[in-house]
């Protein structure tokens, strides 16, 4: 079994747009329903198994509170391949990768402004791959924590970035097209008012239950609804608070994947300039497996050529 | 991370009171309830992970049909402490264990002659594990291949014991006291004509739906039914089967990890010499967990001391 440590897989993942196709084929391939479990699939030669710890009192020890593995195994023998010990990068670089994929979805203009709500990896993530993978510039961060997001802002503008920490929602999402939330919160914090026409919502905090970001009215209002996986989102995500909540039926959303079938075809994706869409991640094995496949397959590339 | 290969791991297990005395930990664990998930317990600082795969096409391929690994993280902080490569080793080594434990309960005699059936990895390691936990010399060995009988039986002898492969199971029985069923049957071999008073019968090859080694009117006629989980081995073990067939009450068990909690305290077990025993089991979490953190404390005992 080969052993990769985070210094191993870091110069992988800076090859964002080989990335994100790369988790593009893990959606088509759970949309098509090819998983036949969590992290399986015959669109690869391999199954993951992904140890995910999540610790909240590590701060306080000087640890951080995600960490954890992940294993690849050889679909036709069982065979252990690698082991990942990624501190639980990969799973926070393939969410970036499906906020990227998700922000592909958006009705296509010459600018679409991005806009981040809260402050912490996951927040900095998306807006560093959604601004690589649409060619964005201009961006705003909203925490509730001013400081923070001013933090944030200094750090992205370092990079280049046109980026401004604003210090409300609306302001937010007046200089935003695309809106990003981020946050773990447990009660929604991004309300129906603050939602305009050609608002194009990206929801990721919400992947366990208990969590929401949004006001379910926003799902009410939206033209087009897209989950990553249907019953999951119905079971712990936005969508699912949702449905409870009676804004809409638990027919009603559109596949992520299936979208971006569409999108990864000749065919462009067909939300109009003036419709409200929000994409409910609530985070995939398909997508564990094929960053994992890729990083593996990358890796062993390098090792060949060396 | 400590990354141990089988290699590390197998001068370890060859102490195997002192593994046996950890198993007997792990069902003691769970027999208080203590498992807060499969393999998580406050009696444990750590959780483990266990990653178990048999790909019953692998020997063709000229690979095992079983492969593998442990995790072990910190139940603090939940930072991957240890990787076990063991290729599937732990499993059968806390699986003869657990046989080793059971063996324990059966009634103290002069000589408790040891049958096994099935001709296996897990054959020759109950062999191994009891008689050496019991001070046994003396056993039979039954498989459907008389060749392989034989070869089991050849290689035993080679390590000083006394042993013979016969070619019925009435002569297993009647040579037997304590009988251990290993086979991946799915249809009942041993049948209720074989035993007789005093029989105490441990079979564990019925891990999974749909496996079955022993008929299930020999539970109907056992005076004590111990299993390792009441539930799992309703589920899926020959205890389970029983019941379905109308043979014993879903109530009727004793658990096999209370039993060991008598046998590890000053009470002696009091099965009486003529009464017939049956011990189910199915494999735990637990026993996963106790064997992971006892390798893994000597392991890092012994870099302590080099």
Known sequence: MHIFTLADILPIIKHKALVIDAVRSGFVAHAKGDMLMSAMSPAYPYFCIKVAS???????????????????????????????????????????????????????????????????HQARLQARWIAAHLGLETLSIWGRSSENAQAVATELTKDGFNVRAVTSLSELCEMSDIIVTTTPATTPILSASHIRAGHHIIALGADSPGKTEIDSAILGRADYIFTDDHAQCLHHGEFGAAVRAGYVSDQQDSSFGQALSVVAGPIAPTIEPNAISVVDLTGL?????AISAFIYTALMENMHMA
């Open 54 to 120: 999540g610790f909240y009192n590590n701060p306080s020890k000087g640890l951080p509170v995600n960490n954890g593995c992940v294993m690849l195994l050889s679909a036709e023998t069982g065979t252990p391949l690698a082991l990942f010990q990624d501190e639980g990068y990969m799973t926070s670089v393939r969410t970036a990768a499906a906020g990227a994929l998700a922000a592909e979805l958006a009705p296509l203009k010459t600018a679409n402004r991005l806009g981040i709500l809260g402050t912490g």
């Open 285 to 289: 094995g398909a997508q564990d497996l």
